[in-house]
């Protein structure tokens, strides 16, 4: 049981890009799913989790309206990332959550505690 985030790369101010990530060995279509990403020298943050059905995503304040989280299937998630900046980058990592019920809310969702599978992550440099 695995997740595999890739997608990461060095790009520019204003630029867009789209992480993907793959999970493998179980079917994750009732996983809540989610992003965090961890800064140099800082803690890992919650970025955006979508919920088993897609229809509720919630995201940081700091990338609502740029970022949008979707998934496809039972075993892919993505993160497009639009008009990025400087201090978006961090190391990505895809996360997930088999024993989120389907109201769980953004409070829930942001919680890394709350997760128990993860990715190795992927590294965003957004250069200004």
């Known amino acids: 049981v695995q997740l595999q985030a890739c997608g990461g790369g060095l790009v520019q101010a204003g630029d867009s890009l789209r992480l993907s990530c793959a999970a493998s060995?179980?079917?994750?279509?009732?996983?809540?799913m989610g992003w965090f990403r961890q800064a140099p020298g800082k803690e890992r943050e919650f970025v955006a989790a979508?919920?088993?059905?897609?229809?509720?995503a919630y995201y940081s304040d700091s990338v609502k309206g740029r970022f949008t989280i979707s998934r496809n299937g039972a075993n892919m998630v993505y993160l497009q990332m639009n008009s990025l900046k400087p201090e978006d980058t961090a190391v990505y990592y895809c996360?997930?959550?088999?024993?989120?019920?389907?109201?769980?809310?953004?409070?829930?969702?942001?919680?890394?505690?709350?997760?128990?599978?993860w990715g190795q992550g992927t590294q965003l440099t957004v250069s200004s």
């Open positions: 979508i919920s088993r059905t897609g229809r509720s």
């Open positions: 060995g179980r079917s994750f279509s009732r996983d809540l």
């Open positions: 996360a997930a959550d088999r024993n989120a019920i389907l109201t769980s809310g953004p409070d829930y969702a942001s919680n890394q505690e709350n997760y128990e599978t």
